[in-house]
């Protein structure tokens, strides 16, 4: 029996799980291992670490996590979760059931890839899905935005604030925008390009343009894309926990979702998406998870619980 369990070993997950720990409590970390940006080299903006790989900030929190007495990490992928009768949640693991008092769900969101031969070579060294994390890498060079719906108009113009020039490339889609985006494209000088990219040219990290089907090149040094990403919700459905319109799942000030118990941090909620909003996010649900275990026995090898403190002092 643990007080809590978190599922999901990224920033948001390993943040939570960190203050549960300096709150004493005993945990259970559980961990897929393929946080989203596990094929990138460098992440920017978080503070302290600017730039970092993302693989070794994840590797110096698990090393940080150790020397927490009441933490326990636990590699595999969590398959149900569901609210026990007498109290508190059962998660199975690799078909092993554990027992939690709280749940933080930390598990994220998958991205869709473009379907282009040479993606995966350059994935992370010079073509990237988020502006706002690596856009500053574009300075005054040509870059290739790839996307079909409405919203890619948005995201080739976000990338104006850096880039010399912007091409988007539908990948052989018709692409979705009405007038309106299409306009924008055209009044801030942004080719459309409703054609196949067939592959990426130059070796990684140093990206020379873009192949089409039809036979000709686009120059680019680096490019982005801008296609679907899918918060993974299985588990949070599964425990009725209400998404929004977007699919993501919907918390409070403290991080808890609409099941009592039951917290959520990261990529999976509302909000913007880096690295280090994730780990804020994961320290406010962390902290607010262990507040609401305050006067409970918890897990049984737990020293004598500190007193719930609006009970005492408010009787509330």
């Known amino acids: 029996m643990y007080d809590a369990i978190v599922i999901g070993g990224g920033s948001a997950g390993l943040?939570?799980?960190?203050?549960?720990?300096?709150?004493?409590?005993?945990?259970l970390l559980v961990d897929g291992g393929e946080?989203?940006?596990?094929?990138?080299?460098?992440?920017?903006?978080?503070?302290?670490s600017d730039p970092m790989n993302p693989n070794t900030l994840l590797e110096r929190a698990r090393h940080d996590l150790?020397?927490?007495?009441?933490v326990e990490m636990l590699e595999g992928k969590a398959s149900s979760a569901a609210a026990e009768p007498r109290g508190g949640f059962a998660v199975e693991v690799d078909g092993k059931c554990h027992l939690g008092g709280r749940l933080v769900l930390a598990t994220?969101?998958?991205?869709?890839?473009?379907?282009?031969?040479g993606f995966f070579t350059h994935?992370?060294?010079?073509?990237?899905?988020?502006?706002?994390?690596?856009?500053?890498?574009?300075?005054?060079?040509?870059?290739?935005?790839?996307?079909?719906?409405?919203?890619?108009?948005?995201?080739?113009?976000?990338?104006?604030?850096?880039?010399?020039s912007v091409t988007v490339v539908t990948n052989g889609q018709p692409f979705e925008g009405n007038g309106p985006e299409r306009d924008a494209l055209t009044r801030h000088g942004v080719e459309l390009v409703e054609d196949k990219?067939?592959?990426?040219?130059?070796?990684?990290?140093?990206?020379?343009?873009?192949?089409?089907?039809?036979?000709?090149?686009?120059?680019?040094?680096?490019?982005?894309?801008?296609?679907?990403?899918?918060?993974?919700?299985?588990?949070?459905?599964?425990?009725?926990?209400?998404?929004?319109?977007?699919?993501?799942?919907?918390?409070?000030?403290?991080?808890?979702?609409?099941v009592p118990g039951v917290y959520a941090a990261g990529d999976l909620t509302p909000g913007m998406q880096l690295v280090q909003v994730a780990a804020a996010k994961g320290a406010l649900a962390g902290t607010s998870c262990?507040?609401?275990?305050?006067?409970?026995?918890?897990?049984?090898?737990?020293?004598?619980?500190g007193p719930d403190v609006e009970q005492e002092l408010h009787g509330g």
């Not at 994220?108 to 031969?117: K, M």
């Not at 918060?231 to 699919?247: F, I, S, Y």
């Open 15 to 27: 943040a939570a799980t960190t203050w549960l720990a300096r709150y004493r409590r005993r945990v």
């Open 35 to 48: 946080p989203r940006n596990r094929w990138v080299d460098e992440s920017h903006g978080y503070l302290g």
């Open 66 to 70: 150790a020397a927490y007495s009441t």
């Open 108 to 117: 994220g969101v998958v991205d869709a890839f473009p379907d282009v031969d």
């Open 123 to 164: 994935y992370g060294a010079d073509v990237f899905h988020c502006p706002t994390c690596d856009g500053y890498q574009a300075q005054d060079l040509p870059v290739v935005a790839f996307g079909w719906d409405p919203a890619v108009a948005g995201f080739a113009l976000e990338l104006l604030d850096w880039a010399k």
């Open 197 to 258: 990219a067939d592959a990426l040219l130059g070796a990684r990290g140093e990206l020379e343009g873009v192949r089409l089907r039809s036979g000709s090149e686009l120059e680019c040094r680096l490019a982005f894309f801008s296609i679907a990403h899918h918060p993974v919700t299985g588990l949070a459905e599964q425990l009725g926990c209400a998404l929004d319109g977007d699919g993501y799942v919907v918390v409070d000030e403290q991080g808890e979702t609409s």
């Open 290 to 305: 262990a507040l609401s275990l305050r006067g409970e026995e918890g897990a049984p090898d737990n020293r004598p619980p």
